[in-house]
């Protein structure tokens, strides 16, 4: 008998890979892991869990409109970043604001 092989992972486990909060990729892979096992379904590779959980941090780590209203609200950033933003500049950086994460 060969090791199973999962296409996709299964919708309940990636929601609870996206809520998954500051686990580490290994701790994650055991919950999911366990998870997996109690749906009766096939194990998912640390790989795999690793790349959705980067994934849904990096959506998490987005600024949303919502996001630079606030900041603007509390001076944060200065109300003309909101128009250049949604016209396609990137926000600059500014202390106290939420800001896109680093690219370096």
Same mark, same amino acid.
């Given at each position: ?18 809520? =998954?909060?500051?686990? +580490? ?19 998912? +590779? ?14 998490? =780590? ?10 603007? +609200? ?31």
């Amino acid at each position: 008998m060969g090791t199973p092989a999962a296409p996709r992972i299964d919708p309940r486990l990636v929601d609870l890979i996206e809520r =998954a909060g500051a686990l +580490s990729a290994a701790e994650l892979t055991r919950v999911v892991g366990g998870r997996a096992e109690a749906l009766g379904l096939v194990r998912p +590779s640390y790989e795999q869990v690793r790349v959705l959980q980067r994934l849904a941090q990096a959506e998490a =780590a987005r600024v949303t409109v919502a996001d630079v209203l606030w900041d603007i +609200s509390w001076r944060a950033r200065p109300a003309y970043d909101l128009p250049n933003w949604l016209a396609g500049d990137p926000l600059p950086r500014r202390p106290g604001a939420k800001n896109e994460p680093r690219r370096d």
